[in-house]
């Protein structure tokens, strides 16, 4: 929120950049998970199948595979060696990750990601406290843990329980369970944890971090010496303890974010209505040096936040 006038998170965004300009990667992201829905949905519901299968494992236009990475782990794991196909499908989806960032997935397809916004959203809204807050390794943890039990049962093991996968199957194919599993993630990040399942207990994506701490698209903060310490990218984004390193880091410090944990949302893109952040790539080191005129007015702006936050 801006420490200036209390005003909405992203206000001053909307005020320089416009309505869209302000909400555009929400926009396209929204746009991503309905197409992605869309190409499973057209076989179902118009006999069109573009695409077969669930986000789990797939096949589009009879071509190409996509195999969920931790579904083909938990597969070998469990003493299942995954068809030719199947692993192809894996190694396409490995392959996206590491240019994208493999949490690119939570954002940009998962449909619990609106889920989650949501409840995010209503959480602010109604000023809750946070609630419990498990540590973000919670999630590393469970991937471990689902991997020891994949190999103790030999069973895909989280597919049976995972409410992407659920939630998924449920709208492709019209099953109540969809609505059930989303309430209680709705619910969960509601009232008992904020930010809660993506953020500290999906394995999913946890899995997908690891695989994404290499990825080759990621944000930079190039203009950081813009940054009027107004706090709204801390206030959306999902995985703000990625923010710093890269924002407030010491002087010569890399302005790209790099940690595996970053979605590649966009959201503090958005909100920020200095235009600190852009996408880039890994190697772009390159900063914007401040003007001379701007240095007394980054001076102003740090005098009220800390006369603010007293």
């Known amino acids: 929120m801006s420490v200036e006038t209390h005003r909405p998170v ?23 998970q309905l197409l992605f829905l869309a190409l499973f949905l057209t076989g179902p519901l118009f006999g069109l199948w573009i695409t077969k299968g669930t986000l789990a494992g797939s096949m589009t236009f009879d071509i190409l595979p996509l195999t969920d990475p931790f579904v083909a782990t938990q597969s070998f794991v469990a003493g299942h060696w995954p068809s030719a196909t199947a692993l192809l499908g894996a190694l396409i989806v490995v392959v996206a990750y590491v240019l994208l960032g493999g949490r690119s997935y939570c954002s940009w397809v998962c449909p619990v990601n609106p889920v989650t916004d949501a409840a995010h959203w ?17 999630r590393l943890w469970l991937v471990g ?8 049962t030999g069973t895909i093991a989280w597919e049976a329980i995972n409410p992407v996968t659920i939630i998924h199957r449920g709208l492709v194919f019209g099953l109540a369970s969809a609505w059930i599993v989303a309430a209680g993630v ?27 701490k290499v990825a080759l698209v990621r944000v930079s903060a190039a203009n950081r010496d813009a940054c009027d310490n107004c706090m709204d990218c801390y206030a959306v984004c999902p995985e703000k303890q990625v923010i ?17 944990d970053c979605t590649n949302c966009g959201g503090f893109i958005d909100v920020c209505a200095q235009h600190v952040f852009s996408f880039t790539h890994r190697f772009d ?3 914007v040096e401040p003007s001379p005129q701007s240095a007394p ?14």
Do not use: M, N
């Open 122 to 138: 209503v959480h602010r809204r109604l000023d809750l406290p946070k609630g419990w807050q498990p540590k973000r390794s919670t």
């Open 186 to 212: 709705f619910l969960f990040d509601l009232f008992v944890a904020r930010r809660g399942w993506c953020g500290h207990i999906c394995p999913v994506g946890a899995f997908y971090g690891l695989i994404g």
């Open 285 to 287: 080191e390159r900063i």
């Open 297 to 310: 007015e980054q001076s102003a702006a740090s005098k009220i936040h800390k006369e603010c936050s007293q």
């Open 10 to 32: 992203g206000f001053e965004a909307l005020e320089e950049k416009g309505w869209i300009g302000s909400r555009r990667f929400l926009l396209l992201r929204r746009a991503s």
């Open 244 to 260: 710093s390193p890269a924002l407030k880091g010491a002087p010569g410090s890399s302005p790209i974010i790099l940690a595996g």
């Open 145 to 152: 843990i689902v991997l020891a039990v994949s190999l103790l």
